[in-house]
């Protein structure tokens, strides 16, 4: 089990970061780490991973079929 992952958002996290912050998703940079382009996000419930998700692809324009 785990309460967080981290992820490489690569060289655009800071902009990652802000852009998910207007959405309401609440990330950790992690620069403080030495690790840049990565980003740390708490696991929430389904719903709360699918609000995540769905704006982590709209970032990176990313469409689902």
Not at 35 to 56: A, M, Q
């Amino acid at each position: 089990y785990c309460n967080f992952i981290t992820f490489r958002a690569g060289t655009r996290s800071g902009s990652l970061f802000d852009y998910l912050l207007t959405k309401g998703v609440i990330v950790r940079p992690l620069n403080n780490y030495k690790l840049p382009e990565y980003l740390r996000v708490s696991l929430g419930s389904p719903s709360d991973n699918k609000f995540f998700i769905k704006y982590l692809k709209e970032f990176y324009n990313v469409t689902t079929k």
